[in-house]
Nanobody, 122 residues
Framework: QVQLKESGGASVQPGGSLRLSCTYSGYTYSKAWFRQAPGKEREGVAAINGADATWYADSAKGRFTIAQENAKNTLYLYMNNLKPSDTAIYYC???????????????????WGQGTQVTVSS
């Protein structure tokens, strides 16, 4: 019953910045941004829980910031100093508990948005 919708994807130059948004309905404790680049598996990028604790993939640390605005039912991903390797479809996801090992995965029922394209090129 939880629905999510991403927006904000665009084409930008290396070094540029972008803000992705994800609006959602319903409640879940944990939320995250994933991405999938051409020819690669989907990977976790950033996560946040109901206590506003955050986690980041090594590739995102120092450049990306995840945030949530509960009153607006919106999740954000602020991306700075973008690189061509950031090119991917970005997805927001929500569930109760996110397990973070080599691959990030939700425990139990979880939900996905449709994705938004981010392209970083000269």
């Amino acid at each position: 019953q939880v629905q999510l919708k991403e927006s904000g994807g665009a084409s930008v130059q290396p070094g540029g910045s972008l803000r992705l948004s994800c609006t959602y309905s319903g409640y879940t404790y944990s939320k995250a941004w994933f991405r999938q680049a051409p020819g690669k598996e989907r990977e976790g990028v950033a996560a946040i829980n109901g206590a506003d604790a955050t986690w980041y993939a090594d590739s995102a640390k120092g450049r990306f910031t995840i945030a949530q605005e509960n009153a607006k039912n919106t999740l954000y991903l602020y991306m700075n100093n973008l690189k061509p390797s950031d090119t991917a479809i970005y997805y927001c996801a929500a569930g109760e508990e996110l397990k973070m090992a080599e691959r990030w995965s939700f425990e139990g029922r979880h939900y996905w948005g449709q994705g938004t394209q981010v392209t970083v090129s000269s």
